[in-house]
């Protein structure tokens, strides 16, 4: 039995792994599978969880927006930050007598996992140049008395 694994040339299939090699690495075929790559990613909002002694602190980047297209919703143990930019460009050209609006709608969101015992009801948020600071401050363990 051969070995695939090195480059042999007497193996049979040898010259057709060259040839396809080669022919995914050529310009036009490489590049498509660049920007297929790029139009398949979903923009995503980084995140960043720190565990302090009375809370916990998530860190979110949110360059471009603002604090009024930020949304922040808890539900059950779960934690879910949306952003949205509304954009609408008119323009009227009186040379073509032509009207042109163009518009432009993103949305982003991320869900998180709330942490063990943070008390959903205590959660704060500040947004200052494009950073999102969640504050879930963590509640306490119950004991209970048998009897």
Do not use: C, W
Request: glycine share 4%; no cysteine; net charge negative.
């Amino acid at each position: 039995m051969s070995n695939l694994s090195g480059p042999d040339e007497k193996h049979p299939f040898y010259g057709l792994m060259q040839a396809m090699d080669q022919f995914f690495q050529e310009k036009p075929v490489k590049h498509f599978f660049e920007n297929l790559d790029e139009f398949f990613s979903f923009d995503t909002i980084p995140v960043r969880l720190e565990e302090k002694d009375e809370a916990y602190v998530l860190t979110a980047k949110l360059p471009g927006y603002e604090k009024g297209q930020i949304e922040i919703e808890v539900y059950d143990q779960y934690l879910t930050i949306s952003a949205r930019h509304e954009e609408a460009v008119s323009s009227l050209d009186e040379t073509k007598k032509a009207y042109e609006k163009k518009s432009a709608f993103r949305r982003i969101s991320r869900t998180v996992p709330l942490p063990p015992l943070v008390d959903g009801d205590q959660i704060q948020a500040k947004f200052e140049n494009g950073l999102l600071v969640i504050l879930m401050p963590k509640g306490k363990k119950k004991k209970l008395r048998i009897e």
